[in-house]
């Protein structure tokens, strides 16, 4: 397994702006896809964003599409969201995984490693 450390969280009005980082551990990085996933207070967490392992290819819930940006830089064993337009519906812990499964990336079942997360609010 790789150690996963998310940063970035914070307190924002709506329509502000935040960039998460996702730091990684050892070597086993750059060779994964990895995620974003939420969860909101009462709700189950979701699926956020993914992006493969040479960051060719992301994918975003509907949600999301338009505002979030999700890329990586493998030379830094780093994966960033950058989080735009934010609405308080944003508001949750936000979670970095590494996925291991085949090609569904919005199933957390499908991811190995997670990280303590990141508290987003979004204040309206």
């Known amino acids: 397994q790789v150690r996963l450390e998310e940063s970035g969280g914070g307190l924002v009005q709506a329509g502000g702006s935040l960039r998460l980082s996702c730091a990684a551990s050892?070597?086993?990085?750059?060779?994964?896809?990895m995620g974003w996933f939420r969860q909101a207070p009462g709700k189950e967490r979701e699926f956020v964003a993914a992006i493969t392992w040479n960051g060719g290819r992301t994918y975003y819930t509907d949600s999301v599409k338009g505002r979030f940006a999700i890329s990586r830089d493998n030379t830094k064993n780093t994966m960033y969201l950058q989080l735009n337009s934010l609405k308080p519906e944003d508001t949750a812990l936000y979670y970095c995984a590494r996925h291991t499964g085949s090609t569904y990336y919005s199933l957390d079942s499908e991811y190995d490693s997670w990280g303590q997360g990141t508290q987003v609010t979004v204040s309206s």
């Open positions: 050892g070597r086993t990085f750059s060779g994964y896809a």
